[in-house]
């Protein structure tokens, strides 16, 4: 979301920052997560010890931070006022509110992980069924060929012996 009106973020702590823009990602063990870009506040400039420049864009004094999706909670999302609640501190470390919910959002965690991970695991059967249908496909023609090849015998064989009976008759 681009944004042209205000548009706070509140962290449990009780600091603030002014945010920009937001976005989801996941991260590569596919933990869905959001992506924010912020202005802090000065309480967490002077708290975290944040430095223009090296933390901060110098120019507009912005930073991207990523944050579990589970933790950010979207209060209002107009175009022109907004508010977001955020969960951990400004460095997603754990407060004493975040931590009331901590195991539920570990389990979330690992579900998502699983479902990465079985979706590698049908992408690869599926492939493995594709390479099956295949081989099935080839050993069923080549069945098929010997099976032709056994009758063409066979007609011929009749029909040599056919001619045999034929010529004994006459």
Not at 38 to 52: A, H, Q, S, T, W
Not at 80 to 108: C, V
Not at 122 to 130: I, L, P
């Amino acid at each position: 979301m681009e944004s042209s009106g205000t548009h706070f973020l509140e962290y449990s702590d009780g600091t603030f920052a002014e945010y920009f823009r937001k976005r989801i990602i996941f991260s590569d063990d596919g933990i869905k997560k959001w992506r924010i870009w912020l202005r802090p506040g000065k309480d967490i400039i002077e708290l975290y010890g944040l430095k223009v420049g090296e933390d901060l864009d110098r120019s507009t004094g912005i930073t991207v931070k990523d944050y579990d999706y589970n933790d950010v909670h979207v209060c209002r999302d107009d175009p022109n006022f907004s508010r977001i609640w955020i969960e951990p501190d400004f460095n997603g470390d754990p407060t004493p509110y975040s931590m009331r919910n901590a195991h539920l959002k570990e389990q979330i965690k690992n579900f998502q992980r699983q479902i990465v991970a079985l979706k590698v695991m049908v992408a690869g059967n599926q492939e493995e069924m594709t390479k099956m249908v295949s081989s099935k496909k080839e050993w069923m023609k080549e069945v098929m060929d010997v099976v032709l090849e056994a009758m063409r015998v066979k007609k011929r064989t009749t029909e040599d012996e056919d001619e045999g009976y034929e010529g004994a008759e006459q």
